[in-house]
């Protein structure tokens, strides 16, 4: 994990817990309209991948545990993690791009419902994400991978293509010199699609493809009984991509800041077109790309008025993680997009530069919610990043920077949190380390869990433990 040269130790922002009465008139728990829906609260739980799906992409029983123990801390708001919208296989990610997969989103929606006695409203992040393939040994880079071409056979006039490919599995040196940049990033990280390998036809054709995929997943979430969909277009996946100011795409789906948002607009039209206007769509971008060549702040909040005028229910910032400035993987492994500074950006730790980890994004947010509401749009403003206390939330909710708080980590760390503060007893939320135990988790594709409790209570009659056998699945239980 990447962390700022600085390397300052942060500590964690007074608690200042309210008493449950200046909890209840607080505005953090006040109700607020997003799209057709009343949130009870202003508390959100931003979409986390927990790696608790299989192979299939089904809800597992796992997954149904996993999600009913947030809702038993009844958020406002609870955002299922990214769920893919196609239906091909992507490792244990959960998929809502079949039918099939209706039955256990509507077990899903039923017990949330249940354990958070109908508080909690409940969406589902939709995503799409480009191929990639693991960082391959150089020896089965150069066998099978390597299309030998005349740019390569000029560096070696008397050799045949075989024995080409043999030469350069045995001498590193050349690399750097006879492969192009693209055969030498394949070679260093692995292969990776992109938005803007307009040569590969299914690329050419995602503004033709993407509508009609998004929508039908958004219909079934419908179908399941979600209360809205999130959109996915933030951090390394395609939609952001095309969102992304290295999108430099010819064919009117990117270069311009008109054209990187075209295909982000359509995409939502067509969902809207199909859900219809009652049901609530938003979607999550990146307030800040944090990469070399990433948008501009005027291009997010030109993005920001543009999602909302259109007529987006919400929009979730977030920032960071992406692709292009992640570390190299090891041999065998994918790159991962949380490992670089951009990485840091979208999960920032206690170790941290002068500005540190807390409300990290909101320099960013602050400013789209404002020209959001200068476009004269009420749209609710979701910002999320390092926001974990009561006077973090209500400060930015007071102040206008934020309309409702999403709190990830922490809310991994405590999911009774926000019904502790609500009961004024603050004093006894788990609060987070932000470690970033739980990424390295992630990174791994291992069942994610926080160490602030994994380790408790192990013996505890009936506990579900990962598949190491050595952590608990879910956060011991709490009584009021
Ligand atoms: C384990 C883990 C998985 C995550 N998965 C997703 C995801 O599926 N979709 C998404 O938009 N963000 C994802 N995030 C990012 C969080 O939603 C959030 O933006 C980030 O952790 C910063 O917020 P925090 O400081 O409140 O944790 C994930 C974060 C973690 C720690």
């Not at 994400?129 to 150089?138: A, D, N, Q, V």
């Not at 100011?245 to 077109?273: A, H, M, Q, W």
């Not at 990830?408 to 609060?431: C, I, M, N, T």
Request: with cysteine.
């Amino acid at each position: 994990m990447w962390v700022p040269p600085q390397r300052i130790k942060h500590t964690l922002p007074e608690g200042n817990w309210p008493s449950r009465e200046e909890a209840r008139d607080s505005l953090w728990f006040s109700p607020l309209r997003v799209g057709n829906l009343a949130l009870e609260q202003r508390t959100w739980i931003p979409a986390m991948v927990p790696w608790r799906s299989n192979e299939e992409g089904e809800v597992t029983r796992d997954v149904l545990d996993y999600y009913e123990r947030y809702a038993q801390g009844f958020p406002g708001a609870l955002v299922v993690e990214a769920t893919g919208v196609r239906d091909i296989p992507s490792g244990p990610l959960l998929r809502i791009g079949h039918d099939r997969y209706l039955p256990g989103l509507r077990k899903l929606v039923e017990v949330v419902r249940q354990a958070s006695q109908g508080r909690t409203r409940l969406f589902i992040q939709i995503i799409d994400f480009l191929g990639i393939r693991r960082r391959p040994e150089p020896a089965k880079f150069f066998a099978r991978f390597l299309d030998v071409k005349d740019r390569h056979r000029q560096h070696f006039p008397d050799l045949k293509d075989d024995e080409i490919r043999q030469r350069l599995a045995a001498e590193p040196a050349l690399w750097e010199q006879v492969l192009d940049e693209r055969e030498y990033e394949t070679l260093q990280y692995g292969w990776r699609e992109r938005v803007t390998d307009l040569d590969t036809p299914a690329i050419r054709e995602l503004p033709q493809s993407l509508p009609p995929v998004f929508a039908a997943a958004a219909v079934r979430a419908r179908e399941a009984g979600f209360d809205g969909v999130e959109l996915h277009y933030a951090h390394a996946y395609t939609m952001a991509s095309f969102l992304s100011g290295r999108n430099d795409r010819k064919d009117g789906y990117g270069s311009t800041r008109e054209g990187r948002l075209r295909l982000p607009l359509e995409v939502f039209r067509e969902v809207r077109r199909r859900v219809g206007d009652d049901y609530t769509v938003g979607c999550r971008y990146l307030a800040h790309e944090g990469i070399q060549g990433g948008y501009s702040q005027e291009d997010a909040c030109f993005y920001g008025v543009e999602l909302a005028r259109a007529g987006m229910d919400f929009l979730s910032l977030s920032r960071g993680g992406k692709f292009e400035d992640a570390k190299q993987p090891a041999v065998g492994w994918a790159v991962y997009p949380y490992t670089g500074p951009s990485g840091y950006e979208c999960m920032p730790s206690f170790i941290s530069d002068e500005r540190g980890p807390w409300g990290r994004n909101v320099p960013s947010a602050g400013p789209i919610r404002a020209a959001v509401r200068e476009a004269g749009l009420e749209t609710p403003v979701v910002v999320t990043g390092g926001i974990c206390s009561f006077t973090q939330a209500e400060e930015l909710l007071r102040s206008g920077q934020a309309d409702i708080i999403g709190s990830a980590r922490q809310s991994l760390a405590d999911p009774d949190w926000f019904h502790k503060v609500a009961l004024g007893r603050g004093e006894e939320v788990r609060r987070c380390k932000f470690s970033n135990y739980c990424e390295g988790l992630d990174q791994k594709h291992k069942q994610v869990t926080c160490q602030c409790w994994d380790r408790l209570e192990l013996d505890e009659p009936g506990v579900a433990l990962a598949e190491d056998g050595r952590r608990r699945l879910l956060a011991p239980s709490w009584k009021p």
